[in-house]
């Protein structure tokens, strides 16, 4: 099984709304990511989670907060997001960081509107 | 610091025909990771192919191969014999050797296979 399931596909919230989105990866992996993918751009990264500790918090406005429950599971807790916060948000994990020879599984992504 | 180039806005290639997309990088690190995903418009990020810095030999993966010529600092994806279904977007990515877990996405290249 080397899926990464994201949940919810898509999310339309307004400026005032708190709202989360959820990963999940059954592979055993320990290192777990947030990126955010604006249209026609690459990827970039949020937050890394290793062993369930952030590790990587790349200067991220504090309206997004991270999560990390348990090594299955990765959060990103929304609240008070701007128009511009509207993006692809996609989640990766990877057996290990660095994933330098290991490949990182992405989920399919939450397309946010921020309205 | 990092970089990777991809310098190949879109590309077409006829249906059963092989096509090569683009990447070049830029790393002081001995050791790193190179890596191809596709993104096709329903955003997920699928890996393709990796290859590792103190590989000798060329990844291939199926009808991927990746064209790796580290004097050159290049790492170009081949695909063979394109189906329909490889329209999508293409990205080359690069991990640190380091422990930060971040994976360096170039801009992408779209790819189109015409029937």
């Known amino acids: 099984d080397t899926e990464v399931t994201q949940t919810p596909k898509h999310l339309v919230m307004g400026m005032t709304n708190k709202k989360s989105l959820k990963c999940e990866q059954h592979?055993?992996?320990?290192?777990m990511y947030w990126y955010k993918q604006k249209a026609k751009k690459p990827p970039e990264l949020m937050f890394v989670y290793s062993y369930e500790k952030l590790s990587i918090n790349e200067s991220v406005p504090s309206r997004f907060s991270p999560e990390c429950p348990n090594s299955s599971l990765l959060n990103l807790h929304l609240h008070a997001l701007q128009p511009e916060d509207s993006a692809l948000y996609l989640c990766a994990s990877s057996q290990d960081i660095p994933p330098g020879a290991l490949e990182a599984f992405f989920g399919q992504g939450t397309r946010l509107t921020v309205v | 610091a990092q970089k990777i180039t991809q310098t190949q806005p879109g590309m077409f290639v006829q249906e059963k025909e092989a096509v090569t997309l683009d990447c070049t990088y830029d790393?002081?690190?001995?050791?790193?990771?190179l890596f191809w995903y596709k993104q096709p418009s329903s955003g997920e990020m699928i890996f393709l192919i990796y290859?590792?810095?103190?590989?000798?030999q060329n990844a291939t993966e199926g009808r991927y191969s990746l064209n790796f010529q580290k004097a050159r600092k290049s790492a170009n994806l081949v695909i063979s014999a394109s189906q329909l279904g490889d329209s999508a977007m293409y990205f080359c990515?690069?991990?640190?050797?380091?422990?930060?877990?971040?994976?360096?996405f170039g801009k992408g290249t779209k790819l189109s296979v015409k029937p």
């Open positions: 592979m055993g992996h320990r290192a």
């Open positions: 790393t002081s690190d001995q050791s790193y990771g």
């Open positions: 990515a690069m991990s640190d050797g380091g422990s930060q877990g971040n994976l360096i």
């Open positions: 290859q590792g810095s103190y590989d000798e």
